[in-house]
Nanobody
Framework: EVQLVESGGGLVQAGGSLRLSCAASGFTFDDYAIGWFRQAPGKEREGVSCISSSDGTTYYADSVKGRFTISSDNAKNTVYLQMNSLKPEDTAVYYC?????????????????????WGQGTQVTVSS
């Protein structure tokens, strides 16, 4: 059974940093796309950052470029999202998701893929 467990969310002041972790189990890090999505109240879900193992690409939404960094530790089956220079508009529930497919990171972050796996989410709140 595929499981994704997020951790690392919390409350931080604007300008601060947080690191989210996503521990994956039930599959090996072979052909996959994995990433972080977020959803704020009243807004649509947004693909924040994704990694593809098949083509080695990473994707970042324009709103987080230069501030967020995605990385993976295949030995630990864990993906991280380092979030720096946080802004109040980054406040949302952040979800880790994975698709066991050889797809491009930008396509996976577009949200069009179905049949993938999702974690339970972790709240990130940035105060002004």
């Amino acid at each position: 059974e595929v499981q994704l467990v997020e951790s690392g969310g919390g409350l931080v002041q604007a300008g601060g940093s947080l690191r989210l972790s996503c521990a994956a189990s039930g599959f090996t890090f072979d052909d996959y796309a994995i990433g972080w999505f977020r959803q704020a109240p009243g807004k649509e879900r947004e693909g924040v950052s994704c990694i593809s193992s098949s083509d080695g690409t990473t994707y970042y939404a324009d709103s987080v470029k230069g501030r967020f960094t995605i990385s993976s530790d295949n030995a630990k089956n864990t993906v991280y999202l380092q979030m720096n220079s946080l802004k109040p508009e980054d406040t949302a529930v952040y979800y880790c998701a994975a698709a066991l497919l050889a797809i491009n990171s930008a396509y996976y972050c577009s949200g069009y893929v179905r049949g993938d796996y999702w974690g339970q989410g972790t709240q990130v709140t940035v105060s002004s």
